[in-house]
């Protein structure tokens, strides 16, 4: 097993290397970087409509790099010496394979650059944010699992009665709204909307927080978070429950079921001793790209929505403004996560079954 885990974190480096390589390569051809946005604020021109105009160029020092084989859009009128210090600022006066190659260096460092516009180093933005991005995705995917698991094991155990038919509505149902409209909905009905003034609708905490006693802080802490975990959750109920139904289905129809009946076992014991360590696997192994779809793709607009300054915005912005560092960083840090959870996902598998290894069968 040591071994296994020591091969996988090595084949970590090259993976994060594909990775940061691919988005270099692409964000060479993203039009509207950095120097260009800053030339036209400069000129007094829309830096967004430079962006879009401005052909296939724009990047930075981090990642990408500035067409220097044409001129800036945004840049007329402007001292090419100022032009030129922009791109010493900003790194652009580098060939494009050096900031390669310093980019690689700098992130086996783990120093991920500093925030073109927020004047701050990457990580501490990232650390910044991280609090908010993990509060949604760890609570949200331990309550779809909480709720999903018993579920699904109950339709499973009443395939075919009224429960399972209406059960499986109500959460396909639950699985076509999206997120965001979902959250509308509770804000409508719970947030102060026509109806209800109950819970909070920004932040992660109310003003004065530190000062609370301990239980009041925890309190707090999950009155503020009540809504925004429904609304990223309510998607993932459905794909868990369904998944754990036909999971334990097809394990209760197994012949070593048959046997622990016939021996008298109980049937809860049956269920939870057995059953549910076998069906578990197929369950656990959904659980990386679960939690990894909350933490960071699916809490975009449940940040927007409940005002929650977390690494899916903190991404979105980047982009928008061309903060390539920023845009990096996250990236990696995504990246270095899932690897990281998927590692765990996968050890994890040999406790809940000893009869799963990871190395090599001499024949």
């Known amino acids: 097993m040591a071994g296994y885990i020591l091969r996988r974190l090595a084949l970590m480096v090259p993976t994060l290397i594909g990775i940061l390589t691919l988005t270099f390569v692409i964000v060479q051809f993203a039009p509207g970087g950095p120097v260009e946005r800053m030339a036209a604020k400069f000129s007094g021109m829309d830096a967004a409509a430079t962006a879009t105009i401005g052909g296939g160029g724009g990047s930075q020092a981090v990642g990408g790099g500035e067409d220097k084989g044409s001129s800036y859009r945004g840049a007329q009128g402007l001292d090419p010496e100022f032009i030129a210090e922009l791109e010493r600022l900003y790194g652009f006066d580098k060939p494009a394979h050096e900031r390669y190659v310093e980019m690689l260096w700098n992130y086996l460092h783990f120093d991920l650059g500093e925030s073109y516009f927020q004047d701050k180093p990457v990580l501490d933005l990232i650390l910044e944010k991280l609090p908010v991005s993990i509060s949604l995705g760890l609570w949200s995917t331990l309550l779809a699992y909480l709720v999903s698991i018993p579920l699904g094991i109950t339709k499973a155990v009443r395939a075919g009665s009224a429960f399972d038919a209406w059960t499986s509505f109500v959460v396909v149902v639950g699985y076509a709204i999206p997120g965001f409209l979902f959250a509308v909905l509770l804000m409508v009905f719970f947030a102060g909307g026509s109806f209800l003034d109950i819970f909070p609708l920004r932040g992660l905490v109310s003003e004065g927080w530190s000062e609370f006693g301990f239980f009041h802080k925890v309190a707090d802490y999950f009155w503020h978070l009540v809504l925004p975990l429904l609304s990223l959750s309510i998607a993932s109920f459905a794909t868990l429950t369904l998944m754990t139904r036909n999971a334990f289905l097809e394990e209760i129809g197994k012949q070593y079921v048959v046997t622990a009946r016939a021996k008298g076992m109980s049937e809860d014991r049956i269920l939870y001793g057995h059953v549910l360590r076998n069906a578990f696997l197929v369950i656990l192994a959904g659980f990386p790209a679960a939690f990894m779809a909350i933490l960071f793709t699916g809490s975009l607009l449940i940040e927007t929505i409940f005002s929650l ?38 050890v994890s598998f040999t406790w809940l079954d000893p009869r799963i290894t990871f190395t090599a069968q001499e024949v």
């Open 309 to 346: 300054d977390g690494l899916g915005l903190l991404a979105f912005d980047s982009i928008v403004g061309r903060d390539y560092p920023v845009v990096f960083g996250s990236l990696f840090i995504y990246s270095l996560v899932g690897l990281v959870i998927n590692l765990v996902v996968d």
